[in-house]
């Protein structure tokens, strides 16, 4: 076999145009390692930080063996398939292979598109090597499992692969990116993407983990995760690490090597990571000296409602209370904290959207200057509250091209009344943000000038009765908030910096 063709090509595409901070894409970088041992050489295009990725994806498909495209469901797929009909008008015998999230969960409508030729479901990295071997032998593909293909325009569904302990898998070749892009479009300064374990044991409606992980959690080593911690700073100069695990304080044993090996190694570095409120109920005294000493900073916490009827319907396996008992515990105990919340999930009523707002304004109380995330809810294909949303009118997408077009970007909640949707967005865009600014918001119309800041002085207490009393009638400082924006020829995003957010 010619050298050249043992070269595979693993392209990233633009998540959301919306998107300023991007992260290093991971996905990619795990599939990377096991090619690379089985003496693949592989090239990672990421449209995000690569300004003329065309360019750059047209000379390396020229001498690939075949070529994987990673997309989550919604936006990411306009831009995977645009790239998917480039590779195929410039190379169209060339294998193109679809992962990740959208393409496991629906692989029968994505290879459906005449630009994709082979899915892989699930976990990626053997099946990518065993299916990247068949294609260089030549082999059929009947034998690879965990992937699905097109044979003779028919389609095929071999079996799934059991999932692997990633702890066998190679540490992540970051050098086949430009980790200095995704560190200088941090949300703080070079900070880092991280996880340390995979999976999740719960199985919230709304999320998406357990149609893949099938409510499996597999965890690195604390000392591998202590090592690639501290490469990412050494090497790279990291001086902030996000620990994004869906579930990083299952295991508290494991979350204290952790600790204990970072205060060991002194990086100098500050660490951030997401768990779930009831967890922070179990730690204990000697966790939270070893979360301090290892410099942890912040906690992000996805608590979804503050309506305990919503979190049960949800299965979100928690209490609206716990909640509160936990971020007043991490403010105590001297760290930070911020959480992401959803609107308009099949079956919330006017009184749960209500609770919510009370409980954000709770937790605002508790900490000024904590940062919140607000989305309304997209369905996720192969989750609960997807089939409860289809009972609920939602069409089901048939193409990949309309998957593409469920994105949070754009409204699919068709049991929400679009009235109550302007109202959603004029409570959390503006009353809320005027009743509770945070420092940066208050930066920002200081710097607007007097005019502005005397509207927004005058403004603020009445959105704050607003919001104790949750009455939004006559609602007439939005009104001229946005006439005068009208004026300034301000966006209206201006008072919405987190909406829409990132988890
Ligand atoms: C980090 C992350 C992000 C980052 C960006 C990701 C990045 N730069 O890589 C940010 C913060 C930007 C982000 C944003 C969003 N995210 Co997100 N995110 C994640 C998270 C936590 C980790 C992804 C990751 O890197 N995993 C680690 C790698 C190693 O695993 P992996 O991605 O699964 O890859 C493996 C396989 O999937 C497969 N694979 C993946 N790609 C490919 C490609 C090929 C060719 C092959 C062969 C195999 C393969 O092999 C890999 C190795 O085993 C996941 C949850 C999770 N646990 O994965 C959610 C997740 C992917 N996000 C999700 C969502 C919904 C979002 C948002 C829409 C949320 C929101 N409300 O705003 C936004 C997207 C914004 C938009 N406008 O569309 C969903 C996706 C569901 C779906 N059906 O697509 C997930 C699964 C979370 C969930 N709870 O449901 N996200």
């Given at each position: 076999m010619p050298p050249e063709m043992k070269k595979i090509v693993l392209f990233f595409p633009v998540i959301s145009p919306l998107h300023t901070e991007q992260n290093v894409p991971l996905s990619l970088l795990a599939l990377a390692g096991p090619l690379q041992q089985k003496g693949y050489t592989v090239r990672i295009i990421d449209a995000r930080v690569e300004r003329d990725y065309v360019k750059l994806l047209k000379e390396e498909i020229a001498d690939a063996l075949c070529v994987g495209i990673t997309m989550f469901t919604g936006d990411q797929i306009h831009y995977a398939l645009e790239v998917c009909r480039l590779i195929k008008a410039a190379r169209p015998e060339l294998p193109v292979i679809a992962g990740g999230w959208h393409p496991s969960i629906e692989p029968r409508s994505t290879l459906e598109h005449p630009a994709i030729d082979i899915v892989v479901r699930g976990q990626g990295e053997s099946s990518l090597c065993e299916l990247a071997e068949h294609l260089e032998t030549k082999?059929?593909?009947?034998?690879?499992?965990g992937i699905s293909y097109k044979e003779n325009g028919v389609i095929r569904e071999n079996p799934d692969r059991p999932l692997e302990d990633f702890n066998s898998f190679p540490p992540m070749p970051y050098e086949l990116v430009n980790m200095e892009a995704y560190l200088q479009t941090a949300r703080y300064p070079r900070e880092a993407l991280y996880m340390s374990s995979r999976g999740c044991p719960?199985?919230?409606?709304?999320?998406?983990i357990a149609v893949i992980y099938k409510r499996a959690w597999q965890a690195l080593n604390p000392e591998r995760v202590v090592a690639e911690v501290e490469q990412l700073v050494r090497?790279?100069?990291?001086?902030r690490v996000k620990f994004f695990d869906d579930c990083f304080t299952i295991d508290l044993n494991r979350v204290k090597a952790i600790c204990r090996g970072l205060i060991e190694k002194n990086l100098g570095i500050v660490w951030s990571c997401q768990v779930r409120a009831a967890d922070i109920l179990r730690f204990d005294d000697e966790l939270w000296q070893l979360l301090h000493e290892s410099r942890c900073v912040h906690f992000l916490m996805?608590?979804?409602?503050?309506s305990q009827r919503m979190l049960d319907k949800i299965a979100k396996h928690s209490k609206a209370s716990d909640a509160i008992v936990a971020c007043r515990l991490i403010k105590e105990r001297g760290f930070d904290f911020g959480s992401a919340f959803i609107f308009g999930l099949p079956g919330e009523s006017w009184g749960d959207v209500k609770q919510t707002l009370d409980f954000i304004c709770a937790l605002r109380r508790l900490d000024p200057e904590a940062a919140f995330s607000f989305f309304f809810y997209t369905p996720y294909p192969g989750t609960a509250s997807f089939d409860e949303a289809v009972k609920l009118g939602l069409r089901k997408p048939a193409t990949l091209e309309e998957w593409s077009r469920f994105t949070v970007t754009r409204i699919n909640i068709p049991w929400v009344d679009s009235r109550r949707i302007d109202k959603m967005r004029m409570i959390l865009r503006f009353y809320f943000p005027l009743a509770f600014p945070v420092k940066e918001l208050k930066a920002k119309i200081n710097a607007l000038g007097w005019p502005f800041k005397a509207m927004f002085n005058s403004l603020r207490p009445l959105g704050y009765l607003r919001m104790k009393f949750m009455c939004f009638c006559f609602p007439f400082e939005w009104w001229i908030y946005r006439s005068f924006l009208k004026i300034w020829q301000k966006r209206e995003e201006f008072f919405a910096k987190r909406l829409p957010g990132e988890f």
């Open positions: 082999q059929p593909l009947s034998d690879v499992r719960f199985s919230c409606s709304f999320c998406s090497k790279f100069g990291a001086l996805g608590l979804e409602s503050g």
